[in-house]
């Protein structure tokens, strides 16, 4: 069983918005910090935001700040990252992952479940 399908990709104009869902089949990941990751072409995969098991502490790279909102509702087994006023170095592949909250960071080699197929988000100049 695939740990996480992310979803909500697409293409969309520079300024436009996106929100992308990540659902997790493992339970466990409902008490687990979840986070954003994306990768660009020929780009190693790097940190988009985090959030801890509850929602209670919230980072975003600097990247995202002020133009992306995480949240999650366990409930649902669903993390989601609104992003908003995209612009193309937005483009890539995103993933989500469960992992360790470190400095305000999570970096993709701290992620504790196996990486999903992503969702490709083109943002077009």
């Known amino acids: 069983q695939v740990p996480v399908v992310e979803s909500g990709g697409g293409l969309v104009q520079a300024g436009g918005s996106l929100r992308l869902s990540c659902v997790w089949s493992?339970?466990?990941?409902?008490?687990?910090?979840m986070g954003w990751f994306r990768q660009a072409p020929g780009k190693e995969r790097e940190f988009v935001a985090c959030?801890?098991?509850?929602?209670?502490?919230?980072y975003t790279a600097d990247s995202g700040k002020d133009r992306f909102t995480i949240s999650r509702d366990n409930d649902r087994n669903t993390m989601y990252l609104q992003m908003d006023r995209l612009k193309p170095e937005d483009t890539g592949v995103y993933y989500c992952?469960?992992?360790?909250?470190?400095?305000?960071?999570?970096?993709?080699?701290?992620?504790?479940?196996?990486w999903g197929q992503g969702t490709q988000v083109t943002v077009a100049s």
């Open positions: 959030l801890s098991w509850n929602g209670g502490r919230i």
């Open positions: 992952n469960a992992g360790i909250i470190t400095t305000a960071t999570m970096t993709p080699s701290d992620v504790l479940g196996s």
């Open positions: 493992a339970p466990a990941y409902s008490k687990y910090a």
